[in-house]
Each structure stands twice: as structure tokens, then as C-alpha cells.
């Protein structure tokens, strides 16, 4: 059942495609799908699946940070600080005193 669950995460391949490549029925592999660990199966794999591809997608994401199109690297950029939790400060509104001046303070003051 372990193979069939790889190929099925890990492939595009069809059901009876992959029944073929293990040299089980096609009717083996529903039954397999009814059973009660096979979600747990189909998912533990998935999740050792996405960690196999996370070192790929980040170099990825490194390299796009010296692509020639400046959005491409903004956009890079944006989403490695985003998902690493550097979030941008909130606008804050500022308001200005200016200051002013008066002219006629004595001198000996």
C-alpha cells in the first residue's frame, strides 16, 4: 500500500496506472483506499513530500531575488519576508508642529 500512496502523492499517474507499476489489481488498490490507515498513509506522505520540496522552492526564492525584472525581485523579496514573519510596520499618521518664531525677544534675554 506504501508504494501506491508514493506514486499517487508523487505522480500524475491514473489508479490503474499505478496498479500496473506495483503488479496489483486495480481492485486492490480501491480496497486499500477503504481502509482505515490509508488517509493517515496518504497523509504522513504528503507531508514528507512538501519537506522534500521546501529546499527547492527556497533556493528558488533566493535566485528570483537577482532576476532582471525588478517586480519579479519585489516580489520575491515581499513573499521570503512575509512568510518568515518581518511584516512591513503599519502606516502611522504623523502630524507636524512647525514651530514658530517670534522676532521681537530682546536681545539681552
Do not use: C, H
Not at 496498479?19 to 504522513?44: C, L, M, P, Y
Not at 519579479?72 to 508642529?97: C, H, M, W
Request: aromatic share 6%.
Amino acid at each position: 500500500m506504501i508504494k501506491a500512496v508514493r506514486l499517487m502523492v508523487r505522480t500524475s499517474m491514473s489508479q490503474k496506472e499505478i496498479a500496473k507499476e506495483i503488479g496489483v489489481n486495480e481492485t486492490t488498490i480501491s480496497k486499500w483506499k477503504n481502509q482505515s490507515d490509508f488517509d493517515e498513509v496518504r497523509f504522513q506522505e504528503e507531508r514528507q513530500y512538501l519537506g522534500d520540496l521546501a529546499a527547492p522552492a527556497l533556493r528558488t526564492m533566493k535566485e528570483l531575488l537577482n532576476a532582471k525584472s525588478e517586480l519579479v525581485r519585489y516580489n520575491a523579496a515581499s513573499d521570503i519576508l512575509d512568510r518568515t514573519g518581518f511584516k512591513p510596520v503599519e502606516k502611522q499618521e504623523l502630524e507636524i508642529t512647525t514651530p514658530t518664531f517670534v522676532e521681537d525677544v530682546p536681545e539681552d534675554d
